[in-house]
Each structure stands twice: as structure tokens, then as C-alpha cells.
């Protein structure tokens, strides 16, 4: 059956919760039937549990609720596993694992639904670069990814001493997500990284070549915010796509360059991409959720293979 949701549990309190998840929440006109956390939450109305384990004491309907993990990737597989054998529809923020064998449990397992948050992918302008790369591939070069921050936010999980709870799966994963989402062989890519690092920046440059393609992606911590794809294609050309990685909504811009001078700016008002995923019915989910099993696979193999060069390169702990 093709359920429409209704209802949403969230599991996890954290800053983007409440800055990002509930307002595209409240704007579809879902309710919030319950919220799980170990925190003490005031001011609210909405029932608050302690534990996962005790989301059955809830009375809901399991086809027209979501489960939403706001929780450190490195509890994720517990908890998806936990809820996935007892049926509840599974949407949970990036990166969804940790660990490539993981997944193994959940592939051809026709119980439920897991959907990773990755908003960017349910944007206007990444459908706009996917156009674009589709109709250019023979004449493009090179693909530049930046998603610099300015600082690794504070009183989260988020730990560069620890790579599961660094910027390298934190942020590393959009890339390479992307490069996914390009069919890339994941598994078969030789990447090469380096690090740029003083006092006021950690930056990690990862670098490779496919098919006559130049990949290059720089990630990390430095002054000034950057988040952008680039194409490199005609010799002299350029298409940045500015915002790329970014999934609220926003006014977006795509700057075209000849000669590193741009000539034309398209700007986009771009969609709430997490709204579009919340709009995506249950059935093509799970359609084709052993695919993206498989590709979160590929990205969970790549990401830590990057980090272990990382590790070669620094003193993190594994």
C-alpha cells in the first residue's frame, strides 16, 4: 500500500532538530507525536521518552509514522536495527553508518524503509547540475567540491580526535555522495589526499582521476565558509553552483566564467529539501531501497578508507 505520512517520533533533540527538522515539519502540517531524548526538555506539550526501546509504549499507526535519528552516527546502527526489524519507517540523518558491513544487515530484508537526509539531493540546483552534467560529461575536465566551515560546532558530537565523529564523515560525506550519485566505481578509485593545516585552518584535499576527469574535493575547517561545486569543461570554462551542498531553503547562484571572469548569473529560490523528501511516497522508498543500500555502502567503504590515509597523515584516534 502506498501510506501517506502522517505522524513523526524524533529521536534526538540537537540543533538542527530544532532549527531545521521541526519547521519543515510544522510547514507540511505533520504532527510530532513524540519526542525521544535523554535531555530535559521544557516548554512542551509533546510526550518525551527516555529511551527508543520505549517508543512502543506510544499509540500510533507504524505505516503513517516516521521515526527521524537527530542522533552521533555512532549510535545509528543500534538504533536502526532496533527499529527497522520492528517495522517503523527509518529516516535518519547523514552519514547513516559508520561501518560498510553493517548495512549488509538490512539488504534484501523487505521489512520497512531507510532514508538518509541528505537535503541537498532533493534540491533545484542539484537537479540543475545533474543536468548540466549529463548533457557536458565528454567536454568537461575537472569537478572541484569545496564545503569549507568556520568552525566545527560546539557542545555537539562532532570531535576531529575521533575520525567517526570528524569533518571527514561529517562533511566528507557529501562529496562523496555525490560522486555516488555520478555512478562512480567507488570501491575501484585510488584517492590521494594531503592536508593543509596551521592554527587558523584544517583543510583535507582529496584528489583523483576517472575517465579523463580530474576530481578534486576540499574539506574542512578554515576562515571563510565555501560551499560549491565546480565544472571545468571547454578548455577556458567554468560553472560554479553556489550553495551546492546547502538543502534549506535559500537563494541560490550559478555563476558561468570564461577566463575566470563570470558573464552570466542565473539565481535560484531554491526548495526546502528536506520538505522534498518528506513529500516522497513510502513506495518508491522502497522501491529501490537495496540501491541505495549499496551506494551508502560504497560511501561508507570510501570515506573510511579516506580517513585511514588521514590517520597516516595525523594523529587521530581510530
Not at 19 to 38: D, F
Amino acid at each position: 500500500m502506498n501510506y501517506k505520512f502522517k505522524n513523526i517520533i524524533l529521536v534526538g533533540y540537537s540543533k538542527h532538530a530544532k532549527n531545521k527538522i521541526i519547521p519543515a515539519i510544522t510547514k507540511l502540517k505533520l504532527k510530532i507525536i513524540c519526542i525521544v531524548s535523554s535531555q530535559n526538555i521544557k516548554n512542551t506539550t509533546i510526550p518525551v521518552l527516555k529511551s527508543i526501546n520505549n517508543i512502543e509504549k506510544i499509540n500510533f499507526i507504524k505505516e503513517e509514522t516516521i521515526i527521524f535519528l537527530c542522533t552521533p552516527p555512532k549510535v545509528h546502527y543500534k538504533q536502526i536495527k532496533f527499529l527497522f526489524f520492528n517495522k517503523y519507517n527509518i529516516y535518519v540523518e547523514k552519514p547513516a553508518f559508520i561501518r560498510e558491513q553493517n548495512i549488509d544487515t538490512f539488504i534484501n530484508k523487505n521489512k520497512t524503509i531507510i532514508v538518509e537526509n541528505f537535503m541537498y539531493q532533493h534540491t533545484k540546483i542539484y537537479n540543475y547540475f545533474l543536468k548540466f552534467w549529463k548533457q557536458n560529461t565528454n567536454n568537461i575536465f575537472k569537478i572541484e567540491m569545496n564545503f569549507i566551515i568556520p568552525e566545527v560546532p560546539k557542545n555537539t558530537f562532532r570531535d576531529n580526535d575521533d575520525y567517526y565523529n570528524s569533518y571527514i564523515f561529517d562533511i566528507g560525506c557529501y562529496p562523496i555522495s555525490l560522486l555516488s550519485k555520478l555512478n562512480l566505481k567507488l570501491k575501484k578509485i585510488k584517492y590521494e589526499i594531503s592536508l593543509d593545516k596551521d592554527k587558523f585552518k584544517n583543510i583535507t584535499k582529496i584528489f583523483f582521476n576517472s575517465k579523463k576527469i580530474m576530481y578534486e574535493i576540499n574539506i574542512g575547517v578554515n576562515k571563510s565558509y565555501q560551499n560549491n561545486v565546480i565544472l571545468h569543461y571547454n578548455k577556458f570554462k567554468s560553472i560554479k553552483f553556489n550553495y551546492f551542498f546547502y538543502g534549506p531553503e535559500k537563494i541560490k547562484k550559478i555563476c558561468f566564467s570564461k577566463n575566470n571572469k563570470i558573464n552570466k548569473i542565473i539565481k535560484i529560490k531554491d526548495l526546502n529539501g528536506f520538505i522534498e523528501i518528506l513529500k516522497i511516497k513510502r513506495s518508491i522508498w522502497k522501491k529501490n531501497q537495496n540501491n541505495r543500500l549499496r551506494k551508502m555502502q560504497d560511501v561508507v567503504y570510501s570515506i573510511n578508507k579516506i580517513s585511514k590515509q588521514y590517520i597516516s597523515l595525523n594523529n587521530v584516534k581510530s
